[in-house]
């Protein structure tokens, strides 16, 4: 008969594997790669058993991720937008943030003294999540990576992309608008499409009977801001950047 004290922690942890697959939504072909991703420096043998390699990788592959989807994304935003929008993106803050809400701490391989503590924190939690992105990507290859950083990423970008992080264009054209025609600019929503958990919304800037060319976005506040940027290019007699058609 096997020695069941053997068998049990073997079983458990491939248990313990399995939901956090399920959690994070992707399956490793190379469990040793999760394993390694999950375990902190308190609780590996030696200090290349832990995460802090697929750490330093996961960072570079989650900063070359985000600045594509942000290139592509905002192609009207220079260089200084999308570098605060990137650095909110990015930031430790968001990974640990990221990290919470998938419930990773329950998964975490930690030493006896980190274990003791009631709060996870937020530095391991930021950790974790940047080791996760370099071991999918070793394991599954970008495109698996970039699903999943998308995935988890996009609401943080169309947050701080929402924020006043990026030039705020209706601020812009409110200044205008009341100091040339003692005016303040109305937003109409004229349009929607899409699924109700990914919708797109167009929206058109009014100032008193002048409507301006209208805009598409991903949510009503990107809407209006690309609204008023097309707004603020017909005052200008620049060409719109973007068109709605």
């Not at 930021?126 to 992105?133: G, I, T």
């Not at 600019?185 to 797109?200: A, F, I």
């Amino acid at each position: 008969m096997p020695d069941m004290s053997e068998i049990e922690p073997v079983d458990a942890g491939r248990a313990l594997e399995e939901r956090c697959e399920i959690r994070i939504g992707y399956v490793f072909k190379n469990k040793m790669m999760l394993r390694s991703a999950l375990t902190h420096a308190s609780g590996a043998d030696h200090l290349l058993a832990s995460n802090e390699r697929l750490e330093f990788l996961g960072d570079a592959i989650l900063g070359v991720i985000i600045c594509e989807n942000l290139f592509h994304a905002f192609p009207d935003l220079l260089e200084g937008d999308l570098t605060k929008i990137k650095s909110v993106v990015v930031s430790r803050q968001t990974c640990a943030k990221i990290s919470e809400q998938l419930g990773l701490e329950e998964f975490l391989i930690l030493g006896k003294g980190m274990t003791t503590h009631a709060v996870i924190p937020p530095s391991l939690l930021a950790d974790v999540f940047e080791s996760l992105v370099a071991a999918i990507y070793l394991d599954g290859g970008d495109e698996a990576a970039r699903a999943f950083v998308e995935k988890h990423m996009e609401p943080e970008i169309e947050r701080a992309a929402g924020g006043e992080h990026v030039s705020n264009f209706k601020s812009l054209l409110q200044q205008i608008a009341q100091r040339e025609y003692s005016m303040t600019p109305t937003y109409q929503l004229l349009d929607e499409k899409g699924p109700d958990h990914s919708k797109c919304f167009k929206v058109a800037a009014q100032v008193g009977r002048n409507r301006y060319q209208p805009a598409w976005g991903r949510n009503k506040k990107e809407a209006e801001q690309r609204a008023a940027r097309n707004a603020l290019s017909e005052l200008d007699g620049e060409p719109i950047p973007y068109p709605s058609e």
